[in-house]
């Protein structure tokens, strides 16, 4: 019979091989082959401890299937067929959430409205711990930077707008940072951010005017004074004969 426990990442393995021949006497040896056999895992022959050698990521090998055999001690000859067992490395969370995609750059038309009409972006985080195991890849999604202009949606990252009135002919661009935390947003979780730059795209929101005339300004009426003139009587030239 063979016995195994599910170790965690980092952890030292010590699940323990028996068979039912053995009745401590010493005359039984154990022998263990398969994946990771004599690298990652040993065993002692003798008491069938198997014991790891190296620390285990789950990311990059979530389990290994082993054989073990219980070998008469001075003959080498099999006292039973090989045992197969599964050693199953146990996920911590020790990836923080990445946004490969990112960063982001949206367009949204000014003076847009707010909320669930008016829908900036999507940002989505990945994870690269195990989703089935506690809460190392369950992702919550706050903004670090550009409240109070925008929000986002905390299950979906759908970023969205939270001000109406945002002029661009005041501000052409805003940077949001959304920020994605591991273990449902609880203490001792991991987290990753990615920016998103916003335009703000043009409406008709003004109306024409006309420029102001730059003519000289023309003063005031003064009051009228007394008219002086002169005459003078100049005599006819006499006629000619």
């Known amino acids: 019979h ?6 965690r990442s980092h952890a030292p393995l010590s699940p323990q091989l028996h068979s039912d021949l ?3 006497e010493g005359w ?12 990652v895992f040993v065993i002692d022959e003798r008491t069938g401890n198997v014991h790891v050698t190296k620390t285990l990521d ?6 290994y299937t082993l054989l073990a055999q219980a070998l008469d001690q001075a003959s080498n000859r099999p006292l039973e067929p090989p045992s197969e067992f599964i050693i199953k490395v146990q996920d911590i ?8 995609h990112g960063p982001y750059h949206a367009t949204v038309p000014e003076m847009s409205n707010v ?13 690269a711990d195990d989703p089935s195991y506690g809460n190392s890849a369950k992702l919550v999604y706050v903004v670090l930077e550009g409240l109070p202009f925008f929000s986002v949606d905390p299950q979906t990252g759908v970023v969205r707008t939270a001000i109406p009135n945002m002029d661009r002919e005041a501000q052409t661009e805003l940077l949001v940072v959304i920020q994605a935390k591991d273990m449902g947003g609880h203490a001792g ?27 000289p300004p023309v003063p005031p009426p003064g009051p009228v004074g007394p008219i002086c003139c002169s005459c003078t009587n ?4 006499p006629p000619q004969p």
């Open 93 to 100: 969370n020790d990836n923080p959430p990445v946004f490969p």
């Open 115 to 127: 909320g669930e009409c008016t829908s900036v972006i999507q940002v989505t985080a990945q994870d």
């Open 22 to 24: 053995d009745r401590g």
């Open 58 to 63: 789950r990311e990059e090998k979530a389990q």
């Open 28 to 39: 039984v040896k154990y022998v263990l082959t398969g994946e990771g056999a004599g690298t």
């Open 2 to 7: 063979t016995g195994s426990r599910t170790p």
């Open 189 to 215: 979780g991991l987290s990753g951010s990615v920016t998103v730059t916003v335009t703000l795209s043009d409406v008709n929101d003004n109306p024409p005017k006309f420029p102001q005339s730059k003519r």
């Open 234 to 237: 100049t005599p006819a030239p």
